[in-house]
């Protein structure tokens, strides 16, 4: 167990450049299964998620190798192995095996996943999918049991009940092998959706409409990779540097960046004030002066991310007056809000509304990191706070930031990683 220590109220200069998206990590790596030849990621963030990736498909026969930024993924000697175990229910992501594993062997056995606790994240929109392609789903004691019929999936007109991206990825996965067309409306138009089919059309996939919310696939009998993939850089890792290059910079430039991805995160920054430079993979941002308070209410994209209203928090905290943050998509997302209380911030929500007051100062306190982006939000918050900072759980926020407390330390903030041995911390 590790503890974080942030020595806050340094101001921050320099450039970080943001790694791979994890939300396209986690869907790339299990969809590597379904090549028949080895597979080359490019930009791969090091983060937890892709080490417990690597150790489930070790479980299969598969073998992994990381050197820097780049994973070689060989799975010519894969064996199918149901997959309820502990490294499944500690990462969310483990569900893509459910698309991967029926796509690649016509069933699959994976333990429901586990990951931040920020609300329901039910999987029924995934068994349609999985239905309506022929497979038949059972539920065994927590532990999801997928079979497609003798003759394989077949292609099928699915229509979601909710924009899912993960139910979209999956019946991706499970749809590129199967027999016919499979048309997906009501599709997820991220752009790790984009990235997912760009790198399955490599490898001979036939997916058109991505990024749109109708996907079509005409199914092919084999995947075959021949090209390195270079993942889509981090978005959300990206908009968390913005946040604390605008409440604690001197001058940041975040490089490595597609800004039409963050179309709706900056343009709130900008009604809140903050001068940036947008060039074509980078964007300098500006010390900021006084800051307007703003409205947010996210959605799914290319509305404002969810994953981005924690990292965005503090910030709003140095805006004069009372700004307002309504979560369309977890409305439970708020276990910073009680840690960050305790540094002083002036912060509640009524009725799924959370309301954020200014702040003169932030002070250090010995804060926990529940979630992932809860964990950025108190990152933050550490830097712009006086005094020292403790963060505990910090493996949360591991796994979903590429080396995390280098980037910061380049650009000058006091951050050490330290061991955390007793409960009575916090």
């Known amino acids: ?83 309820p175990n502990g490294k499944i229910k500690s990462l969310r992501a483990s569900y893509y095996f459910m698309g991967a594993l029926l796509g690649r062997f016509g069933k699959a056995v994976v333990g429901l996943p586990g990951g931040d606790d920020i609300g329901p994240r039910p999987i029924d929109q995934h068994v349609k999918g999985f239905e309506a392609l022929g497979a038949v789903v059972t539920n065994d004691n927590g532990v999801v049991v997928i079979e497609s019929p003798t003759e394989g999936l077949h292609g099928a007109r699915i229509h979601f009940d909710m924009v899912s991206v993960g139910a979209t990825i999956n019946v991706i996965l499970a749809s590129v092998r199967a027999h016919g067309r499979t048309v997906i409306e009501n599709a997820a138009k991220e752009p790790e959706i984009i990235d997912l089919a760009t790198y ?134 708020v276990r910073h809000i009680p840690e960050l209380r305790r540094m002083g911030a002036d912060i509640k929500t009524e009725n799924d509304v959370i309301i954020i007051h200014h702040v003169d100062h932030l002070h250090g306190a010995v804060v926990s990191a529940d979630e992932i982006r809860a964990g950025a939000c108190l990152m933050l918050a550490g830097l712009m706070a006086d005094g020292t900072t403790t963060i505990i759980n910090v493996e949360n926020i591991l796994r979903g930031y590429d080396r995390v407390v280098d980037k910061l330390r380049a650009i000058g903030a006091d951050v050490t990683m330290a061991d955390y041995e007793t409960a009575d911390e916090h």
């Open 1 to 83: 167990m590790k503890k974080m220590i942030i020595h806050g109220g340094k101001a921050l200069a320099g450039s970080v450049t943001i790694g791979g998206a994890k939300n396209s990590t986690v869907a790339l790596i299990p969809a590597a299964i379904l090549s028949e030849t080895p597979v080359v990621l490019d930009g791969v963030p090091h983060i937890q998620d892709v080490t417990n990736l690597m150790a489930i498909l070790g479980e299969m026969n598969v073998d992994c190798s990381m050197t820097e930024d780049t994973l070689t993924i060989d799975p010519t000697k894969i064996e199918f192995k149901p997959l």
């Open 200 to 333: 399955l059309n490599n490898m001979g996939a036939v997916i058109r409409g991505a990024g749109t919310d109708v996907i079509r696939i005409e199914g092919v009998p084999h995947l075959r990779a021949k090209n390195a993939h270079t993942i889509i850089p981090d978005r959300i890792e990206a908009g968390t540097y913005l946040a604390i290059a605008a409440a604690v910079g001197e001058g940041v430039i975040i490089k490595n960046i597609i800004s039409e991805h963050l179309d709706a995160y900056l343009a709130k920054l900008e009604e809140m004030g903050v001068k940036m430079k947008i060039d074509e993979d980078s964007i300098f941002v500006y010390p900021s002066g006084d800051l307007n308070t703003v409205q947010i209410r996210t959605g799914t994209y290319p509305g404002f991310a969810t994953d981005l209203q924690q990292p965005i928090t503090p910030l709003l905290m140095k805006a004069h007056g009372e700004s307002l943050i309504t979560d369309t998509i977890y409305p439970k997302r």
